[in-house]
């Protein structure tokens, strides 16, 4: 017994070791080192040049909408600021952190960082002199506009960028598609299920981003708990099989889901034979249950043609006097399937003598790979680019300029504002210097980010509405105000795609959102490139 326990006391010491060593090993991996190298090794050169400390603007954008080859999107989902001022809050460079940096050696064994960088990074290497000035979450967005301006001094600001960049690209990827499959699914029940294909912790950022832009709910549990929304889902294959191998059948197995979950009974019906076996033994409990005094959930359809099956399983449920149950479908689901579904339903469901918009209309989705790993368009092209940089009490505008025009960035401090048509639809937005007043002008001159030659006037007192965008989310490190609460970001959501024109919203060749320069900021930027140019010509004459 003594050696027993002697063992048993080492298998705890043993457990306990690992047990804290992986989480020594998450802390380090999703810390303030969740960043690319290179981030560090530019702020210590900052440091070396004594601009460290020199305040700075960087602008967050994407530069394109996804397209996902056989459709495209017009608009994006603002999702994952949240998370990641939690993440800035919490994070900072500690004695391990320190300790890492370190050992980096570079060819000739010298060491990367040296003394002094490091003693500033322990003591200043942390978030708390950033202000953030962003697009709130769950609002639409647009291709160009700054969604988020950064700023800070310029070595923890440049830290920043690849995590910032991690946590807005993929939320707003995933809550983008998820309000396109609400869109397509005529905003019936959508639930995500998406967890087992994700990749590895983004399912959990994944979830909680279909949740803000289009799902009802999720099946990840711990997502849940954090959103505050109840965790759902249904059955897998492997109950009904295994009852089938224990000799009770797939109606076995429908049965004791039915004693379990009497109130709250969705059964999975195509493990054996959809029309034949599946749904015929769930109508069987489905009276059982009614008898009792309980009412089915409904069926899900995993396989096969989902729409001929969705119109014969609700003949089927009809017939048998459960006109109000769900028929839920899942298995690769996105958009434009969900679309196609229901236009095969509108064809067939008459020549059954149904209602197809009663069918329709008791449709759910189960959304599961298609959405969590954005099928067509893995990764959003958000980019993070200084745009100007203080000097003295002077912001100067910094440029990138490319030989695609569409890469050139749009410099300066800038505000941001949606001008509204007079029938309340959003028209277009506007970039504009931070010091220029838009409201009491009479007329607005919209310049193309690129193209010289197009450009329009707008009559201010003809639009309905102009308001700004960016709101100011975070002051040195600390947040202005609670973030809104999920139903919160819905309404926000909401309201933004009821205010966007039909057109941006098809599936199919959606119709350009009309992104705008004003006449001073479209009249800096051409200045920064001619003088960009200038000095590139003057460099090669050198």
């Known amino acids: 017994m003594e050696q027993f326990n002697k063992q048993n006391s080492g298998e705890k010491e043993d457990k306990q070791h690992v047990t804290a060593d992986w989480k020594r090993r998450q802390q380090s991996a999703e810390g303030i080192l969740f960043t690319d190298f290179y981030e560090l090794t530019m702020a210590q050169l900052y440091y070396r040049m004594n601009i460290h400390e020199k305040p700075v603007l960087f602008d967050y954008f994407f530069r394109s909408y996804p ?9 994006c989902i603002n999702a994952g600021m949240e998370w990641l001022v939690e993440w800035m809050q919490a994070v900072r460079f500690g004695s391990k952190e320190i300790d890492f940096l370190k050992q980096q050696t570079g060819k000739t064994g010298k060491p990367v960082f040296e003394k002094d960088f490091l003693s500033w990074l322990e003591e200043n290497g942390n978030f708390d002199a950033v202000t953030i000035r962003a697009v709130p979450e769950g609002r639409v967005v647009h291709a160009n506009v700054p969604v988020a301006q950064i700023q800070g001094p310029f ?3 440049q830290m920043l960028e690849s995590s910032f960049l991690n946590h807005l690209n993929y939320q707003t990827l995933i809550a983008t598609k998820a309000s396109r499959v609400r869109q397509a699914g005529c905003q019936n029940l959508t639930i995500e299920f998406g967890m087992r294909r994700g990749q590895y912790k983004g399912a959990n950022a994944g979830a909680r981003a279909a949740l803000i ?3 009802d709910f999720t099946s990840n549990t711990g997502t849940s708990s954090i959103m505050g929304t109840p965790p759902k889902g249904t059955h897998a294959h492997s109950m009904v099989q295994a009852f089938m191998a224990l000799g009770e059948g797939e109606l076995g197995a429908f049965k004791a889901y039915g004693d379990v979950y009497p109130d709250d009974c969705l059964l999975l019906v195509d493990t054996v034979d959809t029309l034949q076996s599946g749904i015929p033994n769930a109508i069987k ?8 005094g309980h009412e089915p959930l409904g069926i899900r359809l995993d396989s096969g043609d989902l729409a001929y099956f969705t119109v014969q399983a609700a003949k089927m449920l009809n017939k048998a006097g459960f006109k109000k149950a769900k028929i839920f479908l899942s298995n690769k689901l996105d958009e434009l399937v969900i679309w196609q579904i229901i236009e095969q339903i509108k064809e067939e469901a008459p020549r059954h003598n149904l209602d197809a918009a009663h069918v329709i209309a008791r449709l759910a989705y189960g959304v599961g790979t298609r959405l969590i790993v954005s099928k067509g368009h893995p990764a959003l092209d958000g980019v993070y680019k200084l745009t100007a940089i203080k000097d003295g009490s002077h912001w100067l505008p910094a440029i990138k300029v490319s030989e695609n025009p569409a ?12 001008l509204y048509d007079n029938r309340g639809k959003a028209t277009a937005d ?11 002008q009479q007329t607005l001159t919209l310049h193309h980010p690129t193209q010289t030659a197009v450009k329009r006037t707008v009559n201010v007192q003809q639009l309905s509405d102009i308001e700004p965008l960016l709101v100011e989310i975070v002051r040195e490190g600390k947040m202005n105000a609670p973030f809104p609460s999920l139903p919160q970001i819905r309404q926000i959501r909401d309201s933004d795609l009821d205010k966007l024109d039909p057109g941006v919203k098809r599936l199919m060749n959606p119709h350009v959102y009309h992104v705008s320069l004003t006449e001073r900021l479209w009249n800096l930027k051409q200045t920064q490139i001619d003088t960009w140019k200038n000095g590139f010509q003057n ?3 050198m």
């Open 67 to 75: 397209d996902y080859g056989t459709h495209k999107a017009g608009y």
């Open 155 to 157: 070595a923890v600001t």
């Open 213 to 215: 832009g289009g799902a």
């Open 285 to 292: 409990v489905f009276e059982q249950l009614r008898k009792k």
């Open 407 to 418: 890469k050139t960035i749009n410099p300066g401090f800038k505000n941001v504002w949606r």
């Open 430 to 440: 506007l970039l504009a210097l931070k010091d220029e007043t838009i409201t009491d």
């Open 539 to 541: 460099q090669k004459e």
